[in-house]
């Protein structure tokens, strides 16, 4: 199954240069990296879909991640920087963690400034 493609946004962009870091230390060409990974029926992946997850127009499937990890020689966090408790700055999924925090407490002072929007009109009638 081939993952939805995602917007070109922040994450996926970050995503991608870890792994064309990876594969270039790895010394490996986008083709040879692919033939080092398996879809769900088996076949290798093309050159195309690495290129794809490097450019950053998809994230590789959860189920890929380990094998990328182990082709590339490096661990799923440092590829997919998994989340670290302390909302590590310095990792990708912690500085979306840390974003998302954010994003929640805009989205709570909106909700606020909305119920007291909604309370004035409220009033004026």
Excluded: C, W
Excluded at 19 to 40: F, H, I, N, P, V
Excluded at 91 to 111: C, F, H
């Amino acid at each position: 199954m081939i993952s939805p493609r995602r917007p070109f946004d922040k994450m996926s962009l970050e995503v991608g240069e870890a792994l064309r870091k990876a594969r270039a230390a790895a010394d490996l060409s986008q083709a040879e990296l692919g033939r080092k990974l398996r879809t769900r029926n088996g076949t290798p992946l093309t050159r195309e879909k690495i290129s794809s997850y490097e450019r950053g127009e998809y994230i590789p499937e959860e189920r890929l991640r380990p094998q990328l990890a182990k082709a590339l020689g490096v661990s799923v966090e440092e590829l997919f920087a998994a989340h670290r408790p302390n909302g590590d700055e310095k990792t990708l999924a912690g500085r979306l963690a840390i974003r998302v925090e954010q994003v929640e407490e805009d989205l709570k002072n909106l909700r606020q400034r909305f119920d007291e929007h909604m309370t004035l009109q409220q009033g004026r009638k």
